[in-house]
């Protein structure tokens, strides 16, 4: 297995907290907690403060500056929440109704619970922080490449955790017991479709790095299909098996989870990738089609041979039940009714209860609206949500700018794409984006992925001038090996 190259510097700090936080994020039971949370955004924001800056250029200061702009507008949603004289948020009229039927005088807020706005912060910061590391660290492109390393990494050792666990002692996660889900694997998760959304996330990512290191193994400029196979397999087991074995574990967790959208979607992003990043190899025209359809039918044949749980659960119950419909069709309504400033970040399973649809089961409480797009949208109102929107839409077409304009190192702004795509479908049906032990170490994927979404002609005059004076020795010692090579030797 061929590891990236560590050198420690000056910037070995921030680096050394960011690939820790990446990795350990998901282990105490997701970081759902918040103490949890505040101690990864303490680890976060002092790795911030150290954070070396000699690499970033233009294009990255311009994405800090936009994110700067969700910072701001999230700053002003949250004084308007918890202000007790708020700018122009209207007071939620459920503090006058209050007021009427105890009789006595309550100060009125723009939000239903008060205060709960800052209690709820945790988790967003510590989302901002990371994509905003992620770019710091991830732009020197050695930083990036440990990064993507580590989360795939530590994911297959969580799904190694996450398969023994289930085969060994499957009513406990780490030492709790567990009270839920008792025939899927979730590693240390609480939750099976985040597991699955983690485990089948860190399957791209180990999938792309053996698509790379393969690559850089054939001789072909250009893949020769005929001859793929026996290419493939001149390469030394021992250099290839153990990441094939990584990239095992992961998608054998991912279907012992048992969740339909979280499998679905991560076979679909593998598919994506996979078409993407040999685009250039495949054949004129139909190659895409052949590549897109080729990899359909392999999902099929592992959804049968590993996902049978998978699959029944799609046979019974489709993509999406119909209680998690008409949660949606409730959140709908509250957002309708708190348009501009929502109903106050965190207060989810307060507002929900009026407005559940008596089509929804009395089981259970719906403290989670199972759609983050929506959710967001009743805490913090539409205009805020649509704020985030665009910033995701600029965030993907960066992306891909990079993964067709860059040359080298393609496989980081892919790699983030893709997960970003997986983790944003899945927390439309689900609420993966909502678990910090999912979304830390994929925001600062995100954040390397923009990082390294720009060619070098975007850097530095002296860093073009070190890459350029680097690819001229390297080619004239190639030269020189070629020449040597072809001096005759007489014996």
Known sequence: ??????????????????????????????????????????????A??????????????RIIAG????????????????????????????????????GVPIAPSASIVKNEAFFALGAPLANILAILLGITVGANRERARQMLWVIAVSGSLYALYG????????????????????????????????????????????????????????????????RVWRDVAEIPPR??????????????AMFMTGSRAGVGLSLLAMIVAFTIFLRKDLPPRTGIWISLGSGIVVALGLMQLLGGRVSSRFDSQGLVDEGRIEAWKSTLRIIADNPWFGTGM??????????????????????????????LASDVGIPMALLVAAAWAVMFVILGRGVFA????????????????????????????????????????????????????????DVVQGAVEGAVKGQQARRTIAAKKAVPTHV
Not at 434 to 449: D, E
């Open 406 to 461: 860059r040359r080298r190192d393609a496989i980081i702004p892919l790699a983030a794409a893709a997960t970003a795509s997986l983790s944003l479908l899945h927390s439309c049906l689900d609420f993966t984006l909502q678990i910090p032990g999912y979304s830390i170490p994929f925001f600062a994927l995100f954040g390397a992925g923009l990082a390294q979404s720009f060619r070098i002609r975007d850097a530095r005059p």
């Open 1 to 46: 297995m061929r590891l990236p190259h560590i050198s420690w510097s000056w910037s070995w700090p921030a680096t050394f907290i960011l690939l820790f936080v990446a990795a350990g994020a998901p282990f105490p039971f997701g970081s759902t907690n918040d103490l949890s949370i505040a101690f990864w955004c303490l680890c976060l924001g002092l």
């Open 48 to 61: 911030l403060m150290v954070a070396p800056t000699r690499d970033l250029r233009r294009p990255h200061l």
């Open 67 to 102: 994110i700067g702009v969700i910072v701001a507008g999230y700053a002003f949603v949250l004084h308007e929440q918890l202000s007790d004289h708020p700018w122009i948020a209207p007071f939620n009229p459920i503090w006058k109704q209050a007021s009427d039927l105890l």
């Open 239 to 252: 250099q290839i098996l153990p990441q094939l074995g990584a990239l095992l574990i992961c998608l054998m």
């Open 163 to 226: 398969v023994l666990s289930f085969l060994i002692e499957p009513t406990m996660i780490l030492w709790r017991d567990k009270t839920a889900y008792l025939g899927s694997v979730t590693g240390t998760f609480i939750n099976r479709n985040t597991a699955a959304a983690y485990f089948g996330s860190c399957a791209v990512i180990w999938m792309l790095l053996i698509l790379e290191d393969v690559r850089r193994r054939l001789p072909e400029r250009h893949l020769i299909w005929k």
């Open 346 to 375: 965190g207060t989810f399973q307060w507002a929900f209860p009026p407005y559940r649809s008596p089509n929804i089961s009395i089981r259970g409480i719906w403290d989670i609206a199972h759609s983050t797009p929506l959710e």
